[in-house]
T-cell receptor
Framework: DGGITQSPKYLFRKEGQNVTLSCEQN?????MYWYRQDPGQGLRLIYY???????QKGDIAEGYSVSREKKESFPLTVTSAQKNPTAFYLC??????????????FGQGTRLTVV | AQKITQTQPGMFVQEKEAVTLDCTYD???????LFWYKQPSSGEMIFLIY??????QNATEGRYSLNFQKARKSANLVISASQLGDSAMYFC?????????????FGTGTQLKVEL
């Protein structure tokens, strides 16, 4: 089955530690996105990548880093510089091309809690 | 400036009634796409409907329709014959074209509660 897999589903981190969230897709999509969602809030864009070895900052990139070494993978590292990392993180991917009518497919999300 | 604005934090509707969820957007691109997603309490994001900026007719998908008013930059979601299972968070999103860097931006969402 094609889809997006995020792991782990739940993650606990001690203050001051870096942690990496995994996002893998087998949909052959070029574009991938990372969003942060706080309780009762919308999705805020952290980073996005339109092609391998290239990525752009979103609206709230500070304290986060990403890499895109493979088309299938777009891991997100939450660094110790992120002051309030407790949130629900969603990864998405979509096909790109001339048309814009390709919806984004989402993973199941990772709930990160700082303890 | 907010790219996507959803002004209704919460909405209530009675079962079998229709409900409209508001969404306005802001972009300087001529070519863009508008989406609606549903997020149940489980957290998954479910794609509902799409409207392209050049589409002349309003999009429809089953009980969902999108009331697209380009001049007013609004893309409201209409759910007809509401069901209890429609209770969820609903997000409006916009994907801009090249000028907007192909970003996919979401609004803050509307929590819909369907009552008996």
């Amino acid at each position: 089955d094609g889809g997006i897999t995020q792991s782990p589903k739940y993650l606990f981190r001690k203050e001051g530690q870096n942690v990496t969230l995994s996002c893998e897709q087998n949909l052959n999509h070029d574009a991938m996105y990372w969003y942060r969602q706080d309780p009762g809030q919308g999705l805020r864009l952290i980073y996005y990548s339109q092609i391998v070895n290239d990525f752009q900052k979103g609206d709230i990139a500070e304290g986060y880093s990403v890499s895109r070494e493979k088309k299938e993978s777009f891991p997100l590292t939450v660094t110790s510089a992120q002051k309030n990392p407790t949130a629900f993180y969603l990864c998405a991917s979509r096909a790109t091309g001339w048309g814009l009518n390709t919806e984004a497919f989402f993973g199941q999300g990772t709930r990160l809690t700082v303890v | 400036a907010q790219k996507i604005t959803q002004t209704q934090p919460g909405m209530f509707v009675q079962e079998k009634e229709a409900v409209t969820l508001d969404c306005t957007y802001d972009t300087s691109d001529q070519s863009y796409g508008l989406f609606w997603y549903k997020q149940p309490s489980s957290g998954e994001m479910i794609f509902l409907i799409y409207q392209g900026s050049y589409d002349e007719q309003n999009a429809t998908e089953g009980r969902y329709s999108l009331n697209f008013q380009k001049a007013r930059k609004s893309a409201n979601l209409v759910i007809s014959a509401s069901q209890l299972g429609d209770s969820a968070m609903y997000f409006c999103a916009m994907r801009e074209g090249l000028r907007g860097g192909n970003k996919l931006t979401f609004g803050t969402g509307t929590q819909l509660k369907v009552e008996l």
